[in-house]
């Protein structure tokens, strides 16, 4: 295979509390051949996340200067905060042919995908409404208008799975990642891939 | 999850002597959840094919026969033996919600395709011609003029692999069954197999 290819961007997303950042975490401890794409946040670290490996912690001062400078792949305001995909790392990662995850909201989702429609969008869902409810509440931060305006917005995303390629239950962490390798490996193996392989076969017997 | 989703048809196709038959049996061993096809065809059994397990081997009249009365999904004439897919057991098993695999030649991939254009086409490459050539060879119960004639039947069919949805190389067969349990698996994760689940879920809230 002489042609190298391009990186395949994979897109995880899903309603706030369905767990994209636990299952995106126990991906990288499974040893998955990933880059992690690192997203730039206005919002306060919580417990043990590490600037740099979980966010980009910003101000609003810096993420505006992001936003003006063109440098951010797409960015929302969500609960008051924003959010935000640096651009360059990125192009330079899919470009290199390595593959590339991002863990990014719903909406945020959406507008990498007018940017990158070849990209490989995964929708990560609760076992059920009920239950990401309970996610919501055990994790303790948030106060109950809180809670309750997330439960809207999410019944809001579900509506936009229809955009997304895949939709895996996040029943338990551990098979929810092994369903988001299988899709890597999945997508590694496309025949567009392939195309160029073959007909240089071709080409050389003729 | 109420509504029960139809099965997936994996066609798992690709040149004579690519080794079809030996990932078939192997992802068998290795105890995939698949429901197995079984070919009708009018050549002579190899050594240690088993009739209904390998192949249904019929007499000629016996295959004319099933042709007249429409119970194949698609048949061809290949190096002078027919070969062709019972229907009703693939419709059967797809109604009842199980994934099938057929192992088919490349003609008989794209009419199957035709009547099943949902299906997930899997191609089965070589890693190069010249290792195409020397397994046809090693194979050893062919003639050189069998041998000429598949290569260059090869080398056509290589040309029909933009109608597939994946290739895989046949490099090490344990190798391309795990490639081929991930394409099962992601495809059975596709979003349009959750998009009625969700669309219930919104409606009992609402």
Redesign the interface.
Same mark, same amino acid.
């Given at each position: 295979m002489t042609n190298k290819n391009r990186g395949i961007l994979l897109v995880l997303s899903g309603p706030s509390g369905v767990g994209k950042g636990t299952v995106c975490n126990a991906l990288r401890k499974m040893g998955t051949e990933l880059v992690y794409s690192v997203s730039a946040t206005t919002r306060t670290p919580r417990e043990g996340e590490v600037h740099g490996v979980n966010y980009f912690f910003k101000s609003r001062e810096e993420f505006s200067s992001m936003i003006e400078s063109d440098d951010l792949l797409e960015y929302a305001e969500y609960c008051g905060n924003y959010y935000g995909t640096p651009r360059e790392f990125v192009e330079d990662t899919l470009a290199s042919g390595q593959d590339i995850i991002l863990e990014i909201e719903v909406q945020g989702a959406l507008k990498v995908k007018n940017k990158f429609p070849e990209g490989v969008f995964?929708?990560l869902?609760p076992p059920?409404?009920d239950e990401l409810q309970s996610r919501i509440v055990t994790r303790g931060t948030e106060t109950e208008d809180v809670i309750k305006s997330r439960m809207s917005i999410a019944?809001d995303e579900? !509506?936009l799975?229809?955009h997304?390629?895949?939709? +895996?239950?996040n029943d338990q962490v551990e098979a929810a990642c092994?369903?988001i390798?299988?899709?890597l490996?999945?997508?590694r193996?496309?025949?567009e !891939?392939?195309?160029t392989t073959?007909k240089q076969? +071709?080409e050389?017997?003729q």
């Open positions: 995964i929708f869902l059920s409404l019944r579900l !509506r799975i229809e997304y390629d895949y939709a +895996i239950v092994h369903r390798q299988a899709i490996t999945a997508e193996c496309r025949k !891939r392939m195309v073959i076969w +071709i050389e017997v």
